[in-house]
């Protein structure tokens, strides 16, 4: 797209910025840099749909006290004169009209691929843990992203900072779901009752993935299937589980975001030393060689189930396990992980 930058910048700012710059055009809003009068580098994000824009803008003041969401300044109309505006609207078609709008925030430099590309496995292990502890923060607030990928992911002083909250929505606003981004997972798309927590972990799985393989993952890695095992080989066992669990197809079975921390915490640790963590194979008819979890520390367990809907599942357990007549429940610290029904029957206790 040709943009004369030099024409909307003295349109939109009435010279009060310099050094216009077009960056890139999406469904509701078209975005510029440019420079102030304090010399400082901003992102205008113009939109005639104004609901849009204060959507955006509500949300920033909503996590404004979390130190890696963007900043914006503030939101206002666009004054143009109805001679200029008639040139912008005829050069830019669906980009300005007499209903424009302005939201100004903060500009970041580095972006997140340019980033990780120059970092160590354990160095990108330790960005990504942090780019977690982001995202759980932004979801306590009660807000998920929903778009997740490495272009919204900037980067500052070495830390993860989210841009772009489009697409977003809050706990009261999970009714539909636009996203068709790579990163994205199309079967919640187009389903009619999507998580957006689960929503978010899968973009982040598949982030994950890219990380160690150097591209997103196509498709949930389905047990049984030659993406799976090759998948399996290429990673590890430490390293696959995390991402398997993130990416698994049916949504409430994706892990919360606190076992991926600490699943990550360990990974990270041994990334450091060269080394893979301790993985346990199992099946479940038989768990007498299972280590014995006398410490609070949780252990990864990686059980083979004989069912046809999944070949394979993992949980972390700490010092027990339930059992139920009809499904296998696991707990951790009294939370219910997840549960599934099948022919085969678990029993730990505490003594195990």
């Known amino acids: 797209m040709s943009v004369n930058t030099q024409l909307i910048g003295q349109y939109i700012s009435n010279g009060k910025l310099q050094n216009f710059q077009f960056v890139e055009q999406g469904s509701f809003i078209t975005c510029f840099t440019a420079v102030n009068s304090d010399n400082e580098k901003v992102v205008l994000i113009v939109s005639d749909n104004i609901q849009e824009l204060q959507t955006r803008f509500d949300l920033a003041r909503k996590l404004g006290d979390i130190e890696g969401v963007q900043k914006l300044y503030g939101l206002q109309k666009l004054e143009i004169q109805d001679s200029a505006l008639e040139q912008l609207e005829a050069e830019y078609p669906g980009i300005f009209s007499k209903d424009s709008h302005v939201l100004t925030g903060r500009y970041y430099a580095t972006q997140y691929n340019d980033h990780v590309r120059q970092l160590s496995l354990p160095q990108k292990l330790d960005f990504f843990r942090e780019l977690l502890v982001l995202v759980k923060q932004v979801h306590d607030k009660g807000v998920y ?17 989210l ?18 981004s790579a990163y994205a997972p199309k079967h919640d798309v187009y389903s009619c009752n999507v998580i957006p927590e689960k929503f978010d972990i899968y973009c982040l799985g598949n982030m994950l993935h890219e990380i160690y393989t150097g591209q997103p993952l196509q498709n949930p890695l389905t047990p049984g299937s030659k993406q799976f095992t090759q998948t399996q080989q290429q990673l590890g066992f430490t390293a696959f589980n995390m991402i398997a669990m ?22 990270f640790e041994n990334s450091k030393l060269g080394q893979e963590s301790n993985f346990v194979e199992t099946n479940c008819g038989s768990y007498e060689n299972l280590p014995v979890n006398s410490s609070p520390l949780r252990q990864t367990v990686y059980f083979l189930f004989d069912t046809d809907e999944e070949d394979s599942v993992q949980f972390c357990y700490q010092n027990w396990a339930r059992k139920s007549t009809k499904d296998v429940i696991f707990c951790d610290d009294g939370e219910v992980l997840f549960s599934c029904v099948n022919s085969c029957e678990i029993s730990l206790d505490e003594n195990f």
């Open 145 to 161: 992203h929903m778009d997740l990928k490495p272009s919204n992911i900037m980067v500052e002083d070495g830390k993860p900072v």
């Open 163 to 180: 841009i772009d909250f489009g697409q977003s929505v809050t706990e009261a606003e999970v009714d539909s779901v636009l996203n068709t």
């Open 246 to 267: 993130m990416t698994k197809r049916e949504q409430i079975m994706r892990s919360p975001l606190q076992i991926i921390l600490s699943d990550l915490n360990d990974e």
